[in-house]
């Protein structure tokens, strides 16, 4: 590998395009831009590239962009490679029993990383039917950190108790 591949290598890993990544959401968006650049490449004589830059992405990607641009590397192939960074991600799917914020998300997103390491993704989902806590699934392990795992359990120890308690709520009623 020549010296300027894996200079153009070590920028997409440190691009802001991928540094700035939280949730697959967000992946799928860049992605769907990244396609949309690269097919205008070639467009208008060149000219398509730029006007894609000016109107059809968002400004951040457009900032990110123009700063690798500024570098000389080869677009095509950085846009490419990135492409190929994001597909190298590990998915980690959470259900959440609320809806998270953009600063929810960061906070996730840090923990996550702390411990699973820098190439993962969200998935995120809010599930209210977990009561309170999250069901985590990563690599096909599946765990259940929600308070509605402990009100089955508990449910099923006391089923004949609870279950006798309103029989006899609805004997009561009907005396």
């Keep these: 590998m020549s010296q300027r591949a894996k200079n153009d290598m070590e920028s997409v890993s440190e691009s802001v395009l991928i540094n700035h990544l ?3 959401e967000e992946s799928l968006k860049l ?3 990244i396609d949309l650049l690269l097919n205008s ?3 208008e ?5 730029e006007l894609a830059l000016k109107s059809k992405v968002r400004s951040w990607v457009t900032e990110a962009i123009r700063e ?4 000389g590397v080869d677009m095509e192939e950085f846009l490419k490679s990135v492409k190929n960074e994001i597909a190298s991600f590990k998915e980690l799917k ?3 029993a609320f809806e998270p914020t953009s600063l929810s998300i960061e906070k996730i997103y840090m923990q996550a990383q702390g411990i699973w390491g820098r190439k993962i993704l969200l998935n995120l989902s809010y599930d209210p039917n977990l009561i309170a806590g999250c069901v985590i699934i990563f690599e096909g392990e599946y ?6 795992k402990a009100f089955k359990k508990e449910f099923l ?12 709520y609805q004997v009561s009623d009907q005396v």
């Design 31 to 33: 992605l769907d831009e």
């Design 45 to 49: 004589k060149g000219e398509g590239f």
């Design 94 to 96: 959470i259900s959440l």
């Design 143 to 148: 765990r259940d950190f929600s308070l509605r």
């Design 68 to 71: 690798e641009m500024s570098k």
């Design 41 to 43: 490449l070639y467009e």
């Design 22 to 24: 939280r949730t697959q």
């Design 157 to 168: 120890q006391k089923k004949e108790q609870i279950l006798s308690l309103f029989k006899d």
